[in-house]
Protein backbone atom coordinates (compact mmCIF):
# COMPACT_ATOMS: atom_id res chain seq x y z
CA UNK A 1 0.00 0.00 0.00
CA UNK A 2 3.15 2.28 0.91
CA UNK A 3 4.79 1.76 -2.47
CA UNK A 4 1.43 2.48 -4.33
CA UNK A 5 0.97 5.85 -2.92
CA UNK A 6 4.81 6.61 -3.56
CA UNK A 7 4.52 5.83 -7.55
CA UNK A 8 1.27 8.35 -6.76
CA UNK A 9 3.21 10.88 -5.59
CA UNK A 10 6.27 10.58 -8.16
CA UNK A 11 3.99 10.69 -11.29
CA UNK A 12 1.95 14.36 -9.74
CA UNK A 13 5.25 15.73 -9.29
CA UNK A 14 6.68 14.75 -13.02
CA UNK A 15 3.20 16.72 -14.34
CA UNK A 16 4.05 19.73 -11.77
CA UNK A 17 7.83 19.76 -13.28
CA UNK A 18 6.84 19.42 -17.23
CA UNK A 19 4.00 22.10 -17.40
CA UNK A 20 5.55 25.26 -17.25
CA UNK A 21 8.05 24.53 -20.72
CA UNK A 22 4.28 23.74 -22.43
CA UNK A 23 2.93 26.95 -21.52
CA UNK A 24 6.30 28.57 -22.27
CA UNK A 25 6.36 26.88 -26.14
CA UNK A 26 2.35 28.17 -26.26
CA UNK A 27 3.35 31.94 -25.19
CA UNK A 28 6.18 32.18 -27.80
CA UNK A 29 4.12 30.78 -30.44
CA UNK A 30 1.36 33.35 -29.59
CA UNK A 31 3.51 36.03 -29.41
CA UNK A 32 4.77 34.87 -33.17
CA UNK A 33 1.44 35.16 -34.44
CA UNK A 34 1.84 31.86 -35.84
CA UNK A 35 -0.38 28.36 -35.68
CA UNK A 36 1.64 25.98 -34.64
CA UNK A 37 0.33 23.89 -37.52
CA UNK A 38 0.78 26.69 -40.07
CA UNK A 39 3.60 27.82 -41.98
CA UNK A 40 5.29 31.38 -42.03
CA UNK A 41 4.00 33.49 -44.91
CA UNK A 42 5.81 33.60 -48.37
CA UNK A 43 7.22 37.26 -48.78
CA UNK A 44 6.25 38.45 -52.66
CA UNK A 45 8.84 41.07 -53.79
CA UNK A 46 7.21 44.29 -56.05
CA UNK A 47 8.89 44.80 -59.25
CA UNK A 48 9.52 48.51 -59.58
CA UNK A 49 7.04 50.24 -62.76
CA UNK A 50 9.67 50.51 -65.66
CA UNK A 51 10.05 54.14 -66.70
CA UNK A 52 9.42 55.68 -69.70
CA UNK A 53 6.28 53.57 -71.16
CA UNK A 54 3.35 56.04 -70.84
CA UNK A 55 2.12 57.96 -74.26
CA UNK A 56 1.16 61.84 -74.06
CA UNK A 57 -0.72 63.42 -77.08
CA UNK A 58 0.00 66.93 -77.30
CA UNK A 59 -2.27 68.97 -79.92
CA UNK A 60 -0.62 72.32 -81.41
CA UNK A 61 -4.42 73.47 -81.80
CA UNK A 62 -7.70 71.94 -80.83
CA UNK A 63 -9.89 74.70 -82.72
CA UNK A 64 -9.73 74.14 -87.11
CA UNK A 65 -10.96 77.63 -88.30
CA UNK A 66 -11.61 77.05 -92.14
CA UNK A 67 -12.83 80.82 -92.22
CA UNK A 68 -15.59 82.16 -94.93
CA UNK A 69 -16.76 79.35 -97.02
CA UNK A 70 -19.05 80.08 -100.28
CA UNK A 71 -21.79 77.77 -100.45
CA UNK A 72 -21.68 74.30 -101.68
CA UNK A 73 -17.60 74.32 -101.39
CA UNK A 74 -14.84 71.97 -100.50
CA UNK A 75 -12.77 72.99 -98.07
CA UNK A 76 -9.73 70.82 -96.20
CA UNK A 77 -7.65 71.42 -93.15
CA UNK A 78 -5.14 69.97 -90.88
CA UNK A 79 -4.77 69.50 -87.18
CA UNK A 80 -1.54 68.26 -86.14
CA UNK A 81 -0.62 66.67 -82.66
CA UNK A 82 2.77 65.02 -80.99
CA UNK A 83 3.56 62.19 -79.25
CA UNK A 84 5.67 63.87 -76.39
CA UNK A 85 5.65 60.97 -73.92
CA UNK A 86 8.18 58.06 -73.48
CA UNK A 87 5.94 55.26 -74.77
CA UNK A 88 4.27 54.56 -78.18
CA UNK A 89 0.93 56.42 -79.22
CA UNK A 90 -1.66 54.56 -80.68
CA UNK A 91 -4.81 56.56 -81.92
CA UNK A 92 -7.51 54.47 -81.83
CA UNK A 93 -10.47 56.28 -83.16
CA UNK A 94 -11.36 59.43 -85.10
CA UNK A 95 -14.85 59.49 -86.20
CA UNK A 96 -16.36 61.92 -88.77
CA UNK A 97 -19.60 63.03 -88.80
CA UNK A 98 -21.56 65.48 -89.78
CA UNK A 99 -20.23 65.96 -93.24
CA UNK A 100 -16.66 65.88 -91.69
CA UNK A 101 -14.26 63.31 -92.91
CA UNK A 102 -11.00 63.07 -91.35
CA UNK A 103 -8.09 60.81 -92.33
CA UNK A 104 -4.58 60.09 -90.92
CA UNK A 105 -1.37 57.84 -92.63
CA UNK A 106 -0.70 55.73 -89.59
CA UNK A 107 -2.41 54.95 -86.03
CA UNK A 108 1.05 54.57 -84.06
CA UNK A 109 3.89 56.75 -83.26
CA UNK A 110 6.76 56.58 -81.18
CA UNK A 111 8.18 58.74 -79.23
CA UNK A 112 8.35 61.95 -79.96
CA UNK A 113 7.05 61.66 -83.47
CA UNK A 114 4.44 63.55 -84.68
CA UNK A 115 0.60 62.76 -87.24
CA UNK A 116 -1.51 65.11 -89.42
CA UNK A 117 -4.88 64.68 -89.08
CA UNK A 118 -6.65 65.67 -92.84
CA UNK A 119 -10.27 67.28 -92.44
CA UNK A 120 -12.30 67.56 -95.32
CA UNK A 121 -15.93 69.16 -94.87
CA UNK A 122 -18.46 70.46 -97.86
CA UNK A 123 -20.35 73.90 -97.46
CA UNK A 124 -23.90 73.45 -97.16
CA UNK A 125 -26.39 75.89 -99.26
CA UNK A 126 -27.46 78.60 -97.03
CA UNK A 127 -24.99 81.28 -94.97
CA UNK A 128 -24.54 79.93 -91.40
CA UNK A 129 -21.82 79.59 -89.12
CA UNK A 130 -20.63 75.70 -88.96
CA UNK A 131 -18.94 74.47 -86.01
CA UNK A 132 -19.15 70.75 -85.20
CA UNK A 133 -16.57 68.53 -83.01
CA UNK A 134 -15.46 65.75 -82.96
CA UNK A 135 -13.20 63.39 -80.24
CA UNK A 136 -10.07 61.58 -80.87
CA UNK A 137 -9.62 58.38 -78.94
CA UNK A 138 -5.94 57.30 -77.57
CA UNK A 139 -4.10 55.09 -75.58
CA UNK A 140 -2.45 58.51 -73.50
CA UNK A 141 -3.50 57.40 -69.63
CA UNK A 142 -4.32 60.79 -68.81
CA UNK A 143 -5.48 62.01 -71.43
CA UNK A 144 -7.42 59.47 -73.36
CA UNK A 145 -10.31 61.48 -75.34
CA UNK A 146 -9.46 64.75 -76.89
CA UNK A 147 -11.80 67.19 -78.09
CA UNK A 148 -11.47 68.94 -81.52
CA UNK A 149 -13.59 71.59 -83.26
CA UNK A 150 -14.21 72.55 -86.75
CA UNK A 151 -15.40 75.69 -87.65
CA UNK A 152 -16.80 77.57 -90.87
CA UNK A 153 -18.56 80.46 -91.70
CA UNK A 154 -20.63 79.94 -94.88
CA UNK A 155 -21.48 83.39 -96.82
CA UNK A 156 -23.27 84.03 -100.07
CA UNK A 157 -20.93 84.29 -103.02
CA UNK A 158 -23.06 84.39 -105.70
CA UNK A 159 -26.59 85.76 -105.47
CA UNK A 160 -29.82 85.18 -107.30
CA UNK A 161 -32.33 87.62 -107.58
CA UNK A 162 -35.66 87.27 -107.34
CA UNK A 163 -34.96 83.97 -104.78
CA UNK A 164 -38.41 82.98 -104.83
CA UNK A 165 -41.30 83.03 -107.95
CA UNK A 166 -44.47 83.73 -107.56
CA UNK A 167 -46.15 82.23 -110.52
CA UNK A 168 -50.19 82.74 -111.89
CA UNK A 169 -52.28 81.07 -114.50
CA UNK A 170 -53.64 83.98 -115.62
CA UNK A 171 -50.80 86.44 -117.35
CA UNK A 172 -48.81 85.73 -119.87
CA UNK A 173 -45.93 83.47 -119.23
CA UNK A 174 -47.43 82.65 -115.52
CA UNK A 175 -46.10 86.23 -114.76
CA UNK A 176 -42.44 84.57 -114.30
CA UNK A 177 -39.78 87.36 -114.51
CA UNK A 178 -36.30 87.82 -115.19
CA UNK A 179 -33.61 86.10 -113.26
CA UNK A 180 -30.45 87.60 -112.25
CA UNK A 181 -27.08 86.31 -111.15
CA UNK A 182 -24.55 88.09 -109.91
CA UNK A 183 -20.91 87.39 -107.84
CA UNK A 184 -20.34 88.98 -105.00
CA UNK A 185 -16.48 88.91 -105.06
CA UNK A 186 -15.85 89.74 -108.87
CA UNK A 187 -15.34 86.51 -109.47
CA UNK A 188 -16.10 85.68 -113.19
CA UNK A 189 -17.96 82.49 -113.81
CA UNK A 190 -20.71 80.55 -116.40
CA UNK A 191 -23.37 79.20 -116.33
CA UNK A 192 -23.51 75.44 -117.49
CA UNK A 193 -26.69 73.82 -116.24
CA UNK A 194 -30.73 74.40 -116.00
CA UNK A 195 -33.13 71.96 -114.05
CA UNK A 196 -36.29 72.84 -112.93
CA UNK A 197 -38.79 70.58 -111.30
CA UNK A 198 -40.84 68.39 -114.20
CA UNK A 199 -39.00 70.89 -116.30
CA UNK A 200 -41.90 73.16 -115.85
CA UNK A 201 -39.32 76.35 -116.56
CA UNK A 202 -36.36 76.50 -119.45
CA UNK A 203 -34.12 78.97 -119.91
CA UNK A 204 -32.01 79.81 -122.94
CA UNK A 205 -27.74 79.75 -121.85
CA UNK A 206 -24.40 79.99 -123.36
CA UNK A 207 -21.77 77.70 -121.53
CA UNK A 208 -19.11 79.34 -123.03
CA UNK A 209 -19.57 82.87 -122.11
CA UNK A 210 -17.78 84.17 -118.72
CA UNK A 211 -19.33 86.82 -116.66
CA UNK A 212 -19.58 88.23 -113.02
CA UNK A 213 -23.76 89.27 -113.89
CA UNK A 214 -26.19 86.97 -116.18
CA UNK A 215 -29.84 87.47 -116.82
CA UNK A 216 -31.88 85.15 -117.91
CA UNK A 217 -35.26 85.36 -119.13
CA UNK A 218 -37.37 82.31 -118.27
CA UNK A 219 -39.79 80.03 -120.09
CA UNK A 220 -42.60 78.89 -118.52
CA UNK A 221 -44.83 75.64 -119.89
CA UNK A 222 -48.04 76.09 -117.98
CA UNK A 223 -49.53 72.54 -118.64
CA UNK A 224 -46.60 71.29 -116.50
CA UNK A 225 -47.13 74.31 -114.05
CA UNK A 226 -50.56 72.96 -113.51
CA UNK A 227 -49.51 69.49 -111.70
CA UNK A 228 -46.50 71.02 -110.15
CA UNK A 229 -47.79 73.86 -108.41
CA UNK A 230 -44.31 73.67 -106.24
CA UNK A 231 -40.76 73.62 -107.06
CA UNK A 232 -37.29 75.05 -107.39
CA UNK A 233 -34.90 75.57 -109.96
CA UNK A 234 -31.38 74.69 -109.84
CA UNK A 235 -28.39 76.66 -111.56
CA UNK A 236 -25.41 75.13 -112.50
CA UNK A 237 -22.17 77.27 -112.06
CA UNK A 238 -18.46 77.53 -112.82
CA UNK A 239 -18.22 79.92 -109.69
CA UNK A 240 -14.60 78.62 -107.71
CA UNK A 241 -17.41 79.59 -104.16
CA UNK A 242 -21.21 78.69 -105.08
CA UNK A 243 -21.07 76.10 -107.97
CA UNK A 244 -25.03 76.14 -108.02
CA UNK A 245 -28.08 78.69 -107.05
CA UNK A 246 -31.03 77.67 -106.32
CA UNK A 247 -34.36 79.17 -106.39
CA UNK A 248 -38.08 78.12 -105.36
CA UNK A 249 -41.27 78.66 -107.00
CA UNK A 250 -44.84 78.29 -106.14
CA UNK A 251 -47.88 78.82 -107.92
CA UNK A 252 -50.99 80.55 -106.74
CA UNK A 253 -53.82 77.59 -107.59
CA UNK A 254 -56.93 78.04 -109.80
CA UNK A 255 -59.18 76.96 -107.02
CA UNK A 256 -59.06 76.21 -103.59
CA UNK A 257 -61.06 73.89 -101.53
CA UNK A 258 -62.04 74.88 -97.37
CA UNK A 259 -61.66 72.29 -95.67
CA UNK A 260 -58.59 70.91 -97.70
CA UNK A 261 -59.34 67.78 -95.88
CA UNK A 262 -62.67 66.18 -95.14
CA UNK A 263 -62.56 64.26 -91.93
CA UNK A 264 -65.98 62.56 -89.86
CA UNK A 265 -66.00 61.49 -86.50
CA UNK A 266 -68.07 58.80 -84.29
CA UNK A 267 -69.63 57.46 -87.43
CA UNK A 268 -72.20 54.35 -87.97
CA UNK A 269 -70.73 51.80 -90.67
CA UNK A 270 -73.74 52.52 -93.73
CA UNK A 271 -75.33 55.70 -91.99
CA UNK A 272 -75.26 58.79 -93.81
CA UNK A 273 -73.81 62.02 -92.30
CA UNK A 274 -73.25 65.52 -93.51
CA UNK A 275 -70.14 67.67 -94.35
CA UNK A 276 -70.06 70.93 -96.11
CA UNK A 277 -66.98 72.49 -97.62
CA UNK A 278 -66.98 75.80 -100.53
CA UNK A 279 -65.05 75.54 -103.66
CA UNK A 280 -63.64 78.91 -104.69
CA UNK A 281 -61.69 79.90 -107.86
CA UNK A 282 -58.88 82.31 -106.53
CA UNK A 283 -58.67 83.98 -110.28
CA UNK A 284 -62.45 85.23 -109.73
CA UNK A 285 -63.50 83.40 -112.61
CA UNK A 286 -66.70 81.62 -113.05
CA UNK A 287 -66.86 78.01 -112.59
CA UNK A 288 -69.89 74.79 -112.76
CA UNK A 289 -69.63 71.97 -110.40
CA UNK A 290 -71.99 69.35 -112.16
CA UNK A 291 -71.12 66.41 -109.70
CA UNK A 292 -68.85 65.14 -106.86
CA UNK A 293 -68.07 61.46 -106.97
CA UNK A 294 -65.81 58.79 -104.69
CA UNK A 295 -62.72 57.45 -106.88
CA UNK A 296 -62.24 54.58 -104.73
CA UNK A 297 -65.52 53.33 -104.03
CA UNK A 298 -65.02 53.10 -100.55
CA UNK A 299 -67.34 55.63 -99.09
CA UNK A 300 -71.08 57.28 -100.91
CA UNK A 301 -71.37 60.64 -101.32
CA UNK A 302 -73.64 62.71 -102.85
CA UNK A 303 -74.49 66.48 -102.95
CA UNK A 304 -77.50 67.42 -101.14
CA UNK A 305 -77.58 71.11 -101.40
CA UNK A 306 -75.33 73.38 -103.99
CA UNK A 307 -75.51 77.34 -102.79
CA UNK A 308 -73.44 79.65 -105.68
CA UNK A 309 -71.46 82.55 -103.54
CA UNK A 310 -68.97 84.78 -104.66
CA UNK A 311 -66.24 83.26 -106.19
CA UNK A 312 -67.54 79.87 -106.57
CA UNK A 313 -70.21 77.44 -104.41
CA UNK A 314 -70.93 75.78 -100.97
CA UNK A 315 -71.64 72.26 -100.86
CA UNK A 316 -73.41 70.55 -98.26
CA UNK A 317 -72.18 66.73 -99.02
CA UNK A 318 -74.01 63.57 -97.68
CA UNK A 319 -71.37 60.85 -97.06
CA UNK A 320 -72.21 57.07 -96.39
CA UNK A 321 -69.46 55.50 -94.12
CA UNK A 322 -68.48 51.46 -95.76
CA UNK A 323 -69.56 48.16 -93.63
CA UNK A 324 -67.25 48.29 -91.10
CA UNK A 325 -64.05 45.82 -91.57
CA UNK A 326 -61.78 45.04 -88.73
CA UNK A 327 -60.25 48.48 -88.96
CA UNK A 328 -61.70 51.50 -87.13
CA UNK A 329 -60.45 54.05 -89.59
CA UNK A 330 -61.63 54.29 -93.59
CA UNK A 331 -60.41 56.35 -96.12
CA UNK A 332 -61.63 57.89 -99.70
CA UNK A 333 -61.10 60.73 -102.25
CA UNK A 334 -63.52 62.65 -103.54
CA UNK A 335 -63.56 63.60 -107.12
CA UNK A 336 -65.11 67.75 -107.74
CA UNK A 337 -66.35 67.02 -111.44
CA UNK A 338 -66.45 70.68 -112.96
CA UNK A 339 -67.93 71.53 -116.48
CA UNK A 340 -65.29 71.41 -119.61
CA UNK A 341 -63.61 68.12 -117.75
CA UNK A 342 -61.49 69.55 -114.82
CA UNK A 343 -61.31 67.57 -111.74
CA UNK A 344 -60.78 68.91 -108.57
CA UNK A 345 -59.24 66.17 -105.81
CA UNK A 346 -60.07 66.14 -101.70
CA UNK A 347 -59.33 63.08 -99.14
CA UNK A 348 -62.06 61.79 -96.87
CA UNK A 349 -61.09 59.96 -93.40
CA UNK A 350 -63.67 58.72 -91.05
CA UNK A 351 -63.64 56.83 -87.74
CA UNK A 352 -65.92 54.71 -86.66
CA UNK A 353 -67.61 54.70 -83.62
CA UNK A 354 -65.61 53.21 -80.52
CA UNK A 355 -68.46 51.33 -78.56
CA UNK A 356 -67.68 49.68 -75.26
CA UNK A 357 -68.84 46.46 -74.76
CA UNK A 358 -71.69 46.04 -72.22
CA UNK A 359 -71.71 43.06 -69.34
CA UNK A 360 -74.28 40.72 -69.68
CA UNK A 361 -76.60 40.50 -66.52
CA UNK A 362 -76.64 37.25 -64.90
Not at 2 to 8: A, M, P, Q, T
Not at 49 to 72: H, M, Q
Not at 271 to 278: A, C, E, F, G, L
Amino acid sequence: MKRERLVFVLLVGCCLFLMPFGCQQQSQTAREGLVPSEKPPVQVEVQPKLAGTSPKITFGNTLLDLGEVGPNTQKTGEITFTNKGDGPLTITKIPSCCGVRTHLDKMQYAAGESGTIQVEWTSGTRPSVFSRTMVVHSNDPDNPAVTLTVRAEIVQRVVCEPQRLKLVFDEDNAGCPDITIRSLNDESFSIVGLKSTADCITADFDPSVEATKFILHPKVDSTKLQKNLKGRISIDLTHPEGNTATILFDVLPRFKISPPLIIVFDTEPEKPTMKTISVLNNYKQDFEIESVSSSESVVGVRVVNKKKITQGYVLDLEITPPVKGEGIKFSDKFEINLSGGERLSITCNGYFTKRKPTLSKK
